[in-house]
């Protein structure tokens, strides 16, 4: 049975998680149109731009769940006191994460130039989890304020 508190955190965190996901998706098309970008899609696959901008979405919106959930599950563990700061903590250990799982393994299945290819891979993925973070901070203080966010923190503890 779901409680009243535990509705209203359902929302926010659905919130939350539609603007990391779509900005995750804008960002994904606008680095996806420089040359580098180009590059680097064809040396690991033979993915048309298109299929990149279609796949982005819904891995922004499962990256924008994860990065909310944990916003929301952690809110008073992370050392900081800026939502904004605190999402971006988030989302840079959620860009740690898919790199290790994602462009460690794809990095040495490249033929040449290892080192070279993982960079721009972390160079291409890095604004997208930095603006994801941001824009779900930002959300995160929008929908909080006037609130006590260690109240949410808590409520979000208790609605598990």
Known sequence: MLKKGSTIL?????????GGGVVFWVTTIAISLFPIAAEYRSVFSKASIQTVWVASLPAGMIIGFCVSYFLFRFFE???????????VIISLIALVIMTILNLVPQSFLGQRDVLHYFLIGIMLDAPRFLFLGIVIGYLYRRLCKGSDPSANASKSAQAE
């Open 10 to 18: 359902s929302k926010k965190l659905f919130i939350l998680t539609i």
């Open 77 to 87: 563990k992370l050392p900081t006191k800026d939502p904004i700061l605190k999402s």
